[in-house]
């Protein structure tokens, strides 16, 4: 991730997808678009790649393993694909 966020710097003109909390303050703070785990399930299921009924079944399977995953934000993806 430290490496993604070094180039991306340098280029200034990339979104950020991580996981990692420092990465993603220091990365907003520096004005980057940060994304997570959700905003890949949210674009699986735009593009087709992922219908809903199997978004919300990998989904709920990460929320039992990813304890830091935000159960608010993944409540109401869910509540949007059902």
């Known amino acids: 991730d430290l490496s993604l966020y070094f180039y991306a710097k340098e280029?200034?003109?990339?979104?950020?997808l991580t996981g990692d909390n420092k990465l993603?303050?220091?990365a907003e703070k520096l004005g980057f678009e940060v994304h997570g785990v959700?905003?890949?399930?949210?674009?699986?299921?735009?593009?087709?790649?992922?219908?809903?009924?199997l978004a919300v079944q990998?989904?709920?399977?990460?929320?039992?393993?990813?304890?830091?995953l935000p159960v608010r934000e993944c409540e109401k993806l869910i509540g949007v694909w059902i």
Do not use: Y
Request: hydrophobic share 45%.
């Open 58 to 68: 990998k989904l709920e399977e990460l929320m039992k393993v990813n304890l830091w």
């Open 24 to 26: 993603r303050k220091e």
């Open 11 to 16: 280029l200034k003109e990339f979104m950020i």
């Open 38 to 53: 959700l905003r890949v399930f949210e674009e699986m299921v735009n593009q087709k790649i992922l219908q809903k009924q």
